[in-house]
């Protein structure tokens, strides 16, 4: 069983920055892929980021790739998303996810595969 539990959202203008976190409890992200996805008012839930669990690469979608960045600090136990420049369409929930031996591209943008869901954060950006 993991438990995650994300913090670091807010209101914030537009070109700021804001770093979420993602701290896991009872089993470690040793086995587990992490990845962050999003949802926003009135759409489905969209992928973010992720981190392969057997490589340590780390995938983006397209909209936020050069603005976002996804770590692993394994020594905490805990993942960050680092979010840069950002634009009020980046508006919505945050959600941190953990896949068992998460490491095919296709299976880590896939929300349904994975095992564990934190609680979400929401994320504001005022334009």
């Known amino acids: 069983q993991v438990h995650l539990v994300e913090s670091g959202g807010g209101l914030v203008q537009a070109g700021g920055s804001l770093r979420l976190s993602c701290a896991a409890s009872?089993?470690?992200?040793?086995?587990?892929?992490p990845g962050w996805f999003r949802q926003a008012p009135g759409k489905e839930r969209e992928f973010v980021a992720a981190?392969?669990?057997?490589?340590?690469?780390?995938y983006y979608a397209d909209s936020v790739k050069g603005r976002f960045t996804i770590s692993r600090d394994s020594t905490k136990n805990t993942v960050y998303l680092q979010m840069n420049t950002l634009k009020p369409e980046d508006t919505a929930v945050y959600y941190c996810?953990?896949?068992?031996?998460?490491?095919?591209?296709?299976?880590?943008?896939?929300?349904?595969?994975?095992?564990?869901w934190g609680q979400g954060t929401q994320v504001t950006v005022s334009s």
């Open positions: 996810a953990a896949q068992f031996l998460g490491q095919e591209v296709e299976r880590l943008r896939a929300g349904h595969e994975y095992d564990y």
């Open positions: 009872g089993r470690t992200f040793s086995t587990y892929a």
């Open positions: 981190i392969s669990w057997s490589t340590g690469s780390a």
